[in-house]
């Protein structure tokens, strides 16, 4: 066996491991092992991963649908923010999720990693998911706008209204159970609406067809702590509409 071989059989026998212990999680910027496998197995079907433990989920890869979408995106400059931006943050997660959280926008962080949610405020947000038992890998999470607007800028009219068929398709595409808004921005523009935050959590919503509950950003949590026992209820009846929708008993919940 060559080097190269011989590597390659290391790293599939590393994955490998990682499934089984129902690891889906980012391990390189960019890279998720969902995506390794995928790109692994479609040279090697040989190789494809053992089946994961009855409480995980099996590893599932994107449609052809789906990334379609995503190189549609990756390439989109339907709007300004495609001069000044240095990645398209599509979102991430599972493509097939029961839950779908949508944010405002990319900041400085997203931008430059091409990630959705990983700066101080994405530290937040996943703490926030599991507090109600979701990992980050097992729902897929998404911005309004694709695109950072400079100086995080609140996204213009145009800009909204472009990205917005984007997202359309993605709910289309994912079907999950539930949606959460995070933040008023993507509450309104998800809802069409100009009603302020505080009038529109607390009660379930629609987005075609699947329930949207509306909580605080996690940004703005980090600098109004009284807001989190209120973001706290929001969770909870997230949580009860995803089971009373149907939502798969989330992964982070079986520890
Ligand atoms: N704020 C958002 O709304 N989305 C991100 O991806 C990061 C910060």
Known sequence: MSEGENARELLIRFLKQRAELGERDWFLEELTAERALELLRSRTPRFAPAP??????????ASPEFEALR?????CTLCRLAE??????????????DLLVIGEAPGHAEDRS?????????KLLDKMLLAVG??????????????????????????????????????ELIAPKAICAFGRFAAQTLLNSDQSLSRLRGTVHEFIGTPVIVTYHPAALL???QWKRPAWDD?????????????RTPRGELG
Do not use: M
Not at 114 to 122: D, H, S
Not at 235 to 247: A, P
């Open 52 to 61: 994961a433990p009855s409480h995980t989920r099996p590893l599932r890869s």
């Open 71 to 75: 190189d549609e995106v990756l390439a």
């Open 84 to 97: 000044g931006r240095t990645s398209v943050v599509f979102g991430e997660g599972d493509p097939h999720a």
């Open 114 to 122: 091409g990630r959705p949610f990983v700066g101080p405020a994405g």
């Open 134 to 171: 979701f990992l980050r890998a097992e729902v897929f999470i998404c911005n309004v706008l694709k695109c950072r607007p400079p100086e995080n800028r609140d996204p213009w009219p145009d800009e909204v209204a472009s990205c917005r068929p984007y997202l359309r398709r993605q709910l």
């Open 223 to 225: 600098r109004n702590a």
């Open 235 to 247: 969770l909870k009846l997230l949580r009860r509409v995803y089971d009373e929708g149907g939502g």
